[in-house]
């Protein structure tokens, strides 16, 4: 029971990785607290977590009133907030020539602006406390070019160099801040929307020759909100299958010997 007792946020929580961030932490013993834009979807999560004493909060993370009423209503239940897993986001896979400002506003809104404000109320009030941690969750577009991802990947960059200056800030407050960089993960979403050539390429590219599971970066993020990581800080953990890593691979009985 590594959270014994810690309150712990977790945005986008309703479902896909959100959700299975909040089991886990859940399971260490923390205090789930699940907030989401679909209001009734963070109700009928926190019903499947069977945690009485938890909280299901509905909340648009791209408007800075709904995030500080967010915030106002979990510290005015429990009067203290431990961990914030921001992981509330929308996907986007547009090519650069035909994305529309509307688009990219929308995308840069959510996902790097409404991380900022929710990490920004959550962490006014863990200084207060002189301890907290922070994930962020950011993704493999945000390191590497890829087709599509002009808005979203823009996004997730400008989200790990937030993690690093929120590190450099944060610390003296005693407040952890660090980054999972999930790369290609078997969501509902993932199922819906990648078809077999998206598979087949992403296959070849990660070493590890599959997808990733929502709770592998659960799992992650447990270690992130434990005490074990206390002296790991400013830092993005890739949880990707090696795909970041990898250079030039040959697959078993593809290689061509040299002339």
């Not at 859940?26 to 999560?45: C, F, Q, T």
């Not at 938890?54 to 009423?69: D, F, K, P, R």
Request: aromatic fraction near 6%; proline fraction near 2%; charged fraction near 20%.
């Amino acid at each position: 029971m590594k959270l014994q007792g810690k309150i712990a946020l977790v945005t986008g929580g309703a479902r896909g990785i959100g959700l299975s961030i909040a089991k886990a932490l859940a399971a260490e013993g923390a205090v789930p607290v699940i907030a989401d834009i679909n209001e009734a979807g963070a109700r009928d999560a926190l019903v499947k977590l069977d945690r009485q004493d938890g909280l299901a909060v509905g909340v648009n993370v791209a408007e800075q009133a709904s995030v500080e009423a967010m915030v106002g209503a979990i510290v005015g239940r429990y009067g203290r907030l431990d961990i914030l897993v921001n992981n509330a986001g929308i996907g986007g896979n547009t090519p650069f020539l035909d994305i529309t400002s509307e688009e990219w506003n929308r995308t840069i809104a959510i996902n790097l602006t409404g991380a900022f404000l929710v990490a920004q109320a959550c962490a006014r009030e863990m200084a207060k406390q002189r301890s907290g941690k922070v994930i962020n969750i950011a993704s493999l577009s945000g390191q590497r070019g890829g087709h599509g991802r002009a808005a979203y990947g823009s996004a997730k960059a400008g989200l790990e160099l937030l993690t690093k200056v929120m590190a450099v800030e944060l610390a003296e407050f005693g407040i952890n801040v660090n980054n999972i960089a999930p790369g290609a993960i078997e969501t509902e979403m993932a199922k819906y929307a990648h078809d077999q050539a998206t598979r087949a390429a992403y296959n070849y590219l990660i070493p590890m020759t599959r997808y990733g599971t929502p709770e592998e970066i659960a799992d992650a993020a447990v270690f992130l909100c434990s005490d074990e990581s206390r002296y790991v800080h400013g830092h993005t953990l890739n949880v990707d299958g090696g795909f970041r890593a990898a250079g030039l691979m040959f697959r078993s009985g593809k290689a061509t010997p040299l002339a």
